[in-house]
């Protein structure tokens, strides 16, 4: 059974940076992309950042891109998310997220993704 697990979220204030991290097990093969999703209570669950296992190309949503990284550990299968230059509307729960092992598709929205981390919480202060 896949489990993944993150670590690493806390509390901020504005202009500081937090690294999450999200180790996965159970997987028989590398899934095809891990990815960060974050959601705010009563909103939905958006993509924050996603990378591809194969050649660790990346995607960004607008509101992250030039201040989050997303990268990879390729001896274990886990994703990190350095997150610099926070902002308040950064707030939310964070979610890592893993495709199936052999998902040939796009790794875009929630429905690409079959595994899901517990979410750890990120708080950024003004």
């Known amino acids: 059974q896949v489990q993944l697990v993150e670590s690493g979220g806390g509390s901020v204030q504005a202009g500081g940076s937090l690294r999450l991290s999200c180790a996965a097990s159970?997987?028989?093969?590398?899934?095809?992309?891990m990815g960060w999703f974050r959601q705010v209570r009563g909103k939905e669950r958006e993509r924050v950042a996603v990378i591809y296992a194969r050649d660790g190309r990346t995607t960004y949503a607008d509101s992250v891109k030039g201040r989050f990284t997303i990268s990879q550990d390729n001896g274990k299968i886990t994703v990190y998310l350095q997150m610099n230059s926070l902002k308040p509307e950064d707030t939310a729960v964070y979610y890592c997220a893993g495709a199936a092992p052999l998902y040939g598709g796009v790794c875009w929205d929630v429905g690409d993704f079959n595994y899901w981390g517990q979410g750890t919480q990120v708080t950024v202060s003004s």
């Open positions: 159970g997987y028989t093969y590398r899934p095809t992309c």
